[in-house]
């Protein structure tokens, strides 16, 4: 019977793991937004940058898909504020929804972001108010160079971020 309480708690323990590993690096990855803000920035965000660093960049990735699957959409847009994300009220993004660079992400009243969406704003994405993206949508601001033989992302080519304007709507898998 022992043997059998301790295996549950040893699954029960793994599978909260990534959580718990997610709440450990948190402020770590909200101060990493103050790194540019001189030497004070930089040494309060170097705990975060050092486990980046080990883990090829990982963490933010991990963290980012993971908020997604929050089931509280006040806590996820909670989340996205405290990430420096602008989201205005009355904003619903629904389960699976995975915003890339939240601190680049501008969302106006009234917007509701449908399930499994994925917005990636590296260099910046802006909604107005009442814009509907529905299931499945994915919005890129930065890709691949195709022609690159080792299809690295161009960091020379023009950045342009993503404007979408007031209630526009976006259908399933655009």
Known sequence: MDIIVILLCII?????????????MFPWIVLDKFREKGK???IASLPYKVCE???RGGIMRF???????IPSNSLRKLIYRMLCGRIESNVTIHFGTEIRCPRKLRIGKGTIIGDNAILDARCGLTMGENVNLSSNVSI?????DHRDPYFRGNETQKK???EI?????LGSNV
Do not use: C, E, P
């Open 53 to 55: 660093k080990m883990l």
């Open 160 to 162: 342009m971020s993503v």
């Open 40 to 42: 004070i920035g930089y």
């Open 63 to 69: 963290a980012i898909f993971n908020i997604g699957t």
């Open 140 to 144: 890129y601001t930065l890709q691949h």
């Open 12 to 24: 029960i323990f793994l599978m909260n793991f990534k959580w718990i590993f997610i709440l450990f």
């Open 165 to 169: 304007d007031d209630r526009v709507w």
